[in-house]
């Protein structure tokens, strides 16, 4: 068990990336005053929470609905994730996040967005809850071995979501601590591990797969 909530504690750290999310939240919250800062943080928190813990909760049953086995979803996300990481590994997924805030902050400056708009997109939608995170969370619930494993994924989940706060709260000081070498050395380190991580999620659904079926 243990395993298992490194494992999903190191997937959703890695596919999340509270600490990426920092400089995010500082290019659309530019020119903010502090309240109005904290508030998006707080909302946008909250509404990626949501989100995620809908998905978290009905995952297995959406995919009961649609027909699709968890061997077969283990290894979508699994690719999915695999992805992902090619993208962190060569500095793409950064540029990526950086034109979503880039768009988002043009859009709310020609359409004079409110606090909750910019809360709601980009930040929790496609930054803390995008399809990467959806699909790592239905494929990690899919593969608690109990129902004590399965609560405490719910305790992961709200324990990375705690760190997506603190880190928009903390933007300003995360930014000059890191840095942009050291934010691209972590950045590419984390890619390797969602690589390792991905490639483990689809070697396992190939398993239960031919296993199920023999």
Do not use: W
Not at 19 to 45: E, N
Not at 59 to 71: D, E, H, K
Not at 132 to 156: H, T
Request: aromatic content about 8%.
């Amino acid at each position: 068990m243990t395993d298992f909530f490194i494992n999903a504690f190191a997937t959703l750290f890695v596919t999340i990336d509270p600490v990426g999310l920092a400089p995010m939240f500082l290019a659309v919250s530019a020119g903010m005053s502090p309240a109005d800062r904290r508030r998006v943080a707080i909302r946008a928190t909250i509404t990626g929470a949501a989100i995620l813990l809908v998905f978290y909760v009905s995952g297995q049953a959406v995919l009961n609905v649609l027909g699709i086995s968890v061997s077969a979803f283990r290894v979508a996300g699994g690719i999915l994730l695999f992805i992902i990481a090619i993208e962190m590994v060569f500095g793409k997924r950064q540029e990526r996040k950086t034109e979503t805030a880039e768009k988002a902050v043009e859009s709310v400056e020609s359409h004079h967005g409110t606090i909750n708009e910019i809360a709601i997109f980009p930040l929790a939608i496609p930054l803390i809850a995008g399809p990467a995170a959806i699909s790592a969370i239905i494929l990690l619930s899919s593969q608690a071995p109990d129902k004590v494993a399965y609560a405490g994924l719910g305790g992961v989940i709200l324990i990375i979501l705690g760190s997506c706060l603190l880190a928009f709260l903390a933007a300003e000081r995360i930014e000059r601590m890191l840095g942009e070498t050291a934010q691209l050395v972590i950045t590419r380190l984390l890619g390797v591990l969602l690589a390792a991580l991905s490639v483990q999620f689809v070697a396992d659904g190939v398993m239960t797969f031919v296993n199920t079926n023999m």
